[in-house]
């Protein structure tokens, strides 16, 4: 048996290979390699999303039937048509409704039993994207950050600023922006207490060409650290960010794996054909 094969088994091959290298050229014995990995598994661990046998009814309509999935860090697009169940799967991670039954956790705290926890360490940006009209951007900013405790509020909200783009509207009020601007502010709402944990729901709706070029590379260089978790019905935006995609259909997962793996298995069909041979029955 290969000398690696135990550090393989502890991570993906290519941090293995690279940390493997790293332990021959250096002499750092592989003991310290294998506890490096550890640290770093725990760290992603922490990070995930957990949902399991998750389920939601109202009245006699199951919303969310049974559905299971994991996420790690980088973005996952998670897609389906009006109605399938997505935003209503959104809210049960976010605290915001409880399920019927199933569990959902994040970074390792139960969404029903630990939700402060939860709270502190997810962003989200819903779909209706409420908004305190009558507040200047950077005003909201400041509230925002006031009920977080955010350590150095003013420094922070000049990084979030800049990172969304809203530096030329941050002395406006919100109801004088335009939506897509709006959006950028929710998107800034969210991001602002550094959650582990990122949850957009059609977070480009309203932008202009020139801005989803922007937050679409946002969302790309988030997910290098976080995990984010993005609903959205355009699929030329989930071919641009998304390394891992759910469709989820009448409540139901119909399709859960990586972009690449779900093209192929689909005969190289687009994200598009895919979804529509998958959701339109």
């Excluded at 922490?46 to 389920?55: D, F, H, K, N, Q």
């Excluded at 030329?236 to 259909?249: H, L, P, R």
């Excluded at 779900?262 to 687009?270: C, D, T």
């Amino acid at each position: 048996m290969p000398r690696n094969d135990v550090v393989e088994d502890a991570c993906p091959t290519p941090v293995t290979t690279t940390l493997l290298l790293l332990s021959g050229r250096t002499g750092i014995p592989k003991s310290h390699v294998l506890s490096q990995i550890s640290n770093l598994k725990s760290i992603f661990t922490a990070m995930s999303i957990s949902v399991e046998a998750l389920t939601k009814v109202y009245g006699v309509q199951k919303a969310v039937d049974g559905i299971s999935f994991t996420a790690q860090p980088g973005v996952l697009g998670f897609l389906g048509p009006n109605g399938a169940g997505k935003s209503t799967t959104m809210k049960i991670l976010t605290g915001f409704i409880p399920q019927t039954s199933g569990t959902a956790s994040v970074c390792g705290f139960d969404v029903v039993k630990q939700p402060l926890e939860v709270k502190r360490r997810i962003g989200y940006l819903p779909e209706s994207n409420p908004l305190y009209t009558d507040m200047y951007v950077k005003e909201s900013l400041g509230f925002v950050a006031g009920i977080h405790k955010i350590h150095e509020p003013a420094k922070r909200i000049a990084d979030i600023i800049e990172q969304t783009g809203l530096g030329p509207e941050q002395h406006k009020k919100i109801g004088q922006l335009s939506k897509g601007y709006r959006q950028r502010v929710g998107l800034a709402q969210a991001m602002l207490h550094n959650p582990e944990v990122l949850i957009l729901d059609e977070p480009t709706s309203g932008l202009d060409p020139n801005q989803l070029i922007g937050i679409r590379q946002l969302i790309l260089d988030l997910g290098k650290t976080k995990t984010i978790v993005l609903s959205t019905h355009i699929m030329q935006e989930v071919e641009a960010v998304c390394s891992q995609v759910i469709i989820i259909n009448k409540g139901t997962i119909v399709a859960n794996d990586s972009l690449q793996q779900l093209r192929k298995n689909n005969g190289g069909k687009s994200l598009e054909e895919v979804f529509i041979s998958l959701t339109n029955n």
